[in-house]
C-alpha cells in the first residue's frame, strides 16, 4: 500500500514538474500588445496599421511572438484600458500605439508605471520628449511635428510666403504643432495672423474659416490627421481662399484623398520617403528600405490602403526586431528582466534602415529621425506628387 501511494505521489509530482515545465516554454514566446484605432475619427489609421500588424515577423530572435491587437476607438480612456489589460492580464513584453497623439499619451503612463517598453506610432514630439523618468520606456516611429514644421515654414519661405494662418485640432495634436509653429515660423520671417481650433468630430468649422478667410494670410496651415483633416480645407475653398495650403504629415493616406477630393488640389505637405518612394531618385538613402514595406503590403492588401501610417506600424516591428537580438541573450521573455533589456536595446539602435527613415536611438534620443526622413509632396489630381 505504501509503495502505491509513493508511485502515485511520484506520478503526481512529474506531472506537476512536465506542466510547469509547458507552461514556462509557452510563456517564453515574446508577446507584443497593440492598442490602435480601427474605428473613431483615426479610424483611416488604424484600419492600415491593423493590416500592418499581420505582416509583422511570427519569430524574432529565435523567438515565437504573439500579437494581441485591441482597437482603442480613438478614445484616449479606451487606450489606457487596453493598456492595462494587455499588461495585467495579457503579460505582454512591449505595448505598441496608439495611432494618434491623445491616446499615445494616455497609454504612456501606463508602459512608465509597469515598466513595460512602448513604441508609439502617433506623430507629437511630447511622447517622447523632454526626457523624463516617464518617457524613457517610449519609443516613436513618427517623424517629429518639429521637424515637419521646420519643413513647412522653409517651403513658405522658400515660396513667399510672409503671413500666415493656423487651424489646429483642439487636443495634445493641434496643441504641439502651434508650439512648433510658433518656434520656427519667425525664424523665417514668416507672421502668424490668424490662429484657430477645431474638434475631430466636428462637423463644421465655418466660425473659424471666416476668421482664417478675414485675415487673408498669404498660407494656412492645417494642424489634422486623417479624414477630419479635410473638413476645414474643403470649408476654405468653398469660401473662396486662394492662397496656398498646407496639411501635416498626418493626412498621408488615401482616405483623406477621397474625403478632400479637388479642394485638396496644389495642397503641400512634408511625408515620410514610402509616400512617394516609386518617385524618389535610387540615390535617396531610404528608398531601398522603404520599398521592402511597400511592396510587402501592396502583395497582401489593396494598394488603395496603403498609407504612411501602416508603416509607422512597420518601424516599429523592426524596431522589436532589432532590438530583440541583444534582449533575448539576457533575459526570458515574460519577465521584468525582458521588459528591462528589451528598453536598454532599443535604446542603443544605430543606423536601422525603415519605412521612414534610418533610426538612431540615444538615452536622449527615442525617436531617432533626422531629415532623411521626409520629402515635401504636393497633390496634383487626386495623387501624390514629390516635389524635390
Request: charged share 20%.
Amino acid at each position: 500500500m505504501n509503495r502505491l501511494i509513493s508511485l502515485r505521489k511520484t506520478a503526481l509530482t512529474v506531472a506537476t514538474l512536465a506542466a510547469f515545465g509547458a507552461a514556462a516554454t509557452a510563456h517564453a514566446q515574446i508577446k507584443v500588445g497593440v492598442s490602435i484605432s480601427t474605428t473613431g475619427p483615426a479610424a483611416s489609421l488604424g484600419i492600415p496599421e491593423k493590416n500592418t500588424v499581420s505582416l509583422f515577423p511570427a519569430e524574432i530572435a529565435g523567438q515565437k511572438v504573439q500579437y494581441i491587437v485591441l482597437d482603442d476607438a480613438s478614445d484616449a480612456t479606451q487606450a489606457v484600458k487596453n493598456a492595462r489589460k494587455l499588461v495585467s492580464e495579457d503579460k505582454v513584453d512591449l505595448l505598441i500605439g496608439s495611432s494618434i497623439t491623445p491616446t499615445s499619451l494616455a497609454m504612456l503612463e501606463v508602459a512608465a508605471e509597469t515598466e513595460t517598453p512602448m513604441i508609439t506610432i502617433a506623430g507629437a514630439a511630447r511622447i517622447v520628449e523632454p526626457m523624463d523618468a516617464k518617457r524613457r520606456w517610449v519609443f516613436k516611429t513618427t517623424q517629429h511635428d518639429g521637424q515637419m514644421a521646420a519643413a513647412i515654414t522653409q517651403h513658405m519661405s522658400n515660396n513667399g510666403v510672409k503671413t500666415m494662418g493656423f487651424i489646429g485640432f483642439s487636443d495634445a495634436y493641434g496643441e504641439g504643432w502651434w508650439g512648433e509653429v510658433e518656434k520656427v515660423a519667425p525664424a523665417r520671417k514668416i507672421k502668424v495672423v490668424a490662429n484657430e481650433r477645431f474638434a475631430r468630430t466636428d462637423t463644421s468649422v465655418t466660425g473659424q474659416v471666416l476668421k482664417m478667410v478675414s485675415a487673408n494670410p498669404d498660407a494656412i496651415l492645417i494642424a489634422g490627421s486623417g479624414t477630419p483633416a479635410a473638413l476645414p480645407q474643403k470649408a476654405l475653398r468653398e469660401r473662396g481662399y486662394k492662397g496656398k495650403i498646407y496639411q501635416t504629415h498626418g493626412v498621408a493616406n488615401s482616405d483623406f484623398l477621397r474625403v478632400c477630393a479637388a479642394d485638396c488640389e496644389g495642397t503641400f505637405l512634408p511625408a515620410g520617403p514610402m509616400l512617394v518612394v516609386n518617385q524618389l531618385p535610387d540615390t535617396n538613402p531610404v528608398k531601398k528600405s522603404a520599398l521592402t514595406y511597400v511592396n510587402k503590403y501592396n502583395g497582401a492588401f489593396k494598394k488603395e490602403s496603403l498609407s504612411t501610417f501602416g508603416g509607422h506600424a512597420w518601424d516599429a516591428a523592426m524596431l522589436l526586431q532589432e532590438a530583440a537580438k541583444t534582449a533575448v541573450p539576457k533575459a526570458k521573455p515574460g519577465t521584468k528582466e525582458f521588459r528591462a533589456a528589451l528598453r536598454d536595446s532599443l535604446e542603443g539602435i544605430k543606423n536601422l534602415p525603415a519605412s521612414h527613415g534610418i533610426f538612431n536611438m540615444s538615452p536622449t534620443n527615442h525617436q531617432g529621425l533626422d531629415q532623411r526622413s521626409q520629402v515635401m509632396v504636393r497633390i496634383e489630381k487626386g495623387n501624390w506628387k514629390y516635389v524635390p
